[in-house]
């Protein structure tokens, strides 16, 4: 049975995604008036999140087809969550006017929206961790699917509740958006 959760708040970390903006461009600002900024830009795009999530989780026998290769990465594992996690369009539409107008604040959106991003992600996999923890076993750290998966992986979770589709060309929309799965691995006895 897919679960859907939506309009859960994430918690953004500030140092997080000052880090986020290193790695995308030089600060044009000291790091202090950055992190200033971050603050404000947090503050200001938090109610443009609209985080929504959907997973599944499956016991290795109900595994779809299509889904059964990843097994193979984690033989031990007795059950596989498929998840997909989205911020929503409104911080992607904010990103994309002030790309031509100001590339040291889209920078700092980008990020904001990176960590969302990764904070909607974490939440579903505290969830998942709790569930699984209830069947005597730990969640694996999340993995990426690979784009020949994403079609049918999210038909599988039925994505369109949450706004999200993929294209022809394997391009996940809206574009802060991931599709994930973890396994359940039963809890060694020492």
Same mark, same amino acid.
């Given at each position: 049975m897919v679960r859907k959760i939506k309009k859960y708040k994430i918690s953004l970390r500030p140092s997080f995604?000052?880090?986020?903006v290193k790695k995308k461009s030089p600060l044009q600002k000291s790091e202090e008036e950055t992190e200033i900024q971050i603050q404000s830009e947090i503050e200001r795009t938090s109610a443009l999140l609209e985080p929504v999530?959907?997973? /599944?989780?499956?016991?290795? !026998? @109900?595994?779809? +087809?299509t889904l %059964? #290769?990843?097994?193979?990465?984690?033989? /031990?594992s007795v059950s596989l969550s498929l998840i997909a996690t989205t911020i929503g369009t409104p911080?992607?539409?904010?990103?994309? %006017?002030?790309?031509?107008?100001?590339?040291?604040?889209?920078?700092? *959106? +980008?990020?904001i929206a990176s960590e969302a991003l990764d904070q909607s992600l974490?939440?579903?996999l505290k969830l998942i961790g709790e569930e699984s923890k209830l069947e005597n076993?730990?969640?694996? #750290?999340?993995? *990426?699917? /690979? @784009?020949?998966? *994403? %079609?049918?992986? *999210? +038909?599988?979770?039925?994505?369109q509740k949450? !706004?999200?589709?993929?294209? /022809?060309n394997s391009q996940i929309s809206p574009l802060y958006s991931r599709?994930?799965?973890c396994f359940w691995n039963p809890i060694k006895k020492r």
């Open positions: 995604v000052l880090r986020n999530a959907l997973y /599944e989780t499956f016991s290795c !026998g @109900s595994v779809p +087809e %059964k #290769p990843l097994l193979s990465q984690s033989p /031990e911080l992607e539409s904010e990103i994309q %006017k002030l790309r031509a107008q100001d590339t040291h604040q889209s920078a700092v *959106l +980008e990020a974490n939440f579903v076993c730990d969640c694996s #750290p999340p993995w *990426l699917l /690979e @784009s020949s998966q *994403l %079609k049918h992986s *999210l +038909e599988l979770l039925q994505s949450a !706004g999200i589709s993929v294209d /022809e599709v994930s799965f």
